[in-house]
């Protein structure tokens, strides 16, 4: 039962550093570089992979050993779909706002390699239990790296934070930062930083 537990914690874990799939294994990076310039942005998109990558691994947990393997990718993106549906019918009703902001990423998520990914890499091998810690593991780690980009961007490229200022009236916005080119060189500035924390000795 130990040995479970730990297996279950370093299958949540792994997401955060070690496989982080932004900062280390480069994947889904269209949607953190175009909607990362604020940290409302940020975390709406990070909430959205979570409850699409979530739901879409729980079910696929569930009903894979019935899959033909012919058929094992359409039907992965059947389910994937679904979910990104939901996901977008229910921010363009409650957040049109930020269903706008977002534009077509929120669609575009049906083809994340993120979600596909950890279905082919993970789900489909595994049990329902390490899939669901997979998922929320790797989902989290996006989270986290979108987040901090976001947070980043916002800062320097407007002086503030979730709308607030937090410089005074002489702070010079660096508009490269809310831009495509800044979006670039804050993905390399963490991917660095990740790989310095993370180097072995």
């Known amino acids: 039962m130990a040995s479970n537990n730990r297996n279950l914690g370093f299958e949540f874990f792994k997401g955060f550093f070690k496989e982080n799939p932004v900062l280390v294994q480069l994947l ?45 990718i359409p039907a992965f993106i059947v389910v994937i779909a679904t979910f990104v549906t939901i996901a977008d019918l229910f921010l363009k009703a409650k957040f049109p706002d930020i269903s706008k902001a977002l534009g077509p990423y929120i669609p575009l998520i049906v083809v994340n390699c993120i979600i596909l990914g950890r279905q082919e890499a993970f789900t489909k091998k595994n049990k329902l239990l390490p899939s669901i810690m997979d998922a929320l593991g790797m989902s989290a780690g996006y989270l986290i790296a979108i987040l901090l980009m976001g947070i980043i961007r916002e800062i320097l490229g407007f002086g503030s934070i979730l709308g607030f200022r937090i410089f005074g009236s002489s702070f010079k916005p660096i508009l490269v930062m809310i831009l495509p080119p800044g979006a670039f060189l804050t993905l390399a500035m963490l991917i660095g930083f990740m790989n310095f924390i993370t180097r072995k000795e």
Not at 40 to 67: P, Q, R
């Open 28 to 72: 889904g990076l269209c949607s953190v570089l175009a909607v990362s310039n604020t940290v409302v942005n940020s975390i709406s998109m990070g909430i959205a992979v979570l409850f699409v990558l979530f739901f879409s691994s729980f079910v696929i947990g569930l009903v894979k050993d019935l899959i033909p393997s012919e058929v094992r």
